[in-house]
């Protein structure tokens, strides 16, 4: 049973910055795929950033060049740095993981507005 605890969200104007973290209750080390989704309002849940056995890491095209995801394995945790956030980045944040089978946070709410 993996648990997955994000922090980080809030309220931002557009063109500001917000850094989501993702804190894992295992070695990050043996989790094969870990990654950020977000919901918005009355759609869908979507990909935000994902990486797959420590290899390369894929970001949606709406978010690419602008959110960076990255790892502290010492502290067991996932980074999702998001700069010049836009008013459709406003959405809940969810970290997921992959262990055998899916596992999700709670999530953290993200709000992009003046």
């Known amino acids: 049973q993996v648990q997955l605890v994000e922090s980080g969200g809030g309220l931002v104007q557009p063109g500001g910055s917000l850094r989501l973290s993702c804190a894992a209750s295992e070695n990050i080390f043996s989790i094969n795929v870990m990654g950020w989704y977000r919901q918005a309002p009355g759609k869908q849940r979507e990909l935000v950033a994902i990486i797959i056995s420590g290899e390369r890491i894929n970001y949606a095209g709406s978010v690419k060049g602008r959110f960076t995801m990255s790892r502290d394995n010492a502290k067991n945790t996932v980074l999702l740095q998001m700069n010049s956030l836009k008013p459709e980045d406003t959405a809940v944040y969810y970290c997921?993981?992959?262990?055998?089978?899916?596992?999700w946070g709670q999530g953290t709410q993200v709000t992009v507005s003046s």
């Open positions: 997921y993981a992959r262990v055998s089978k899916d596992y």
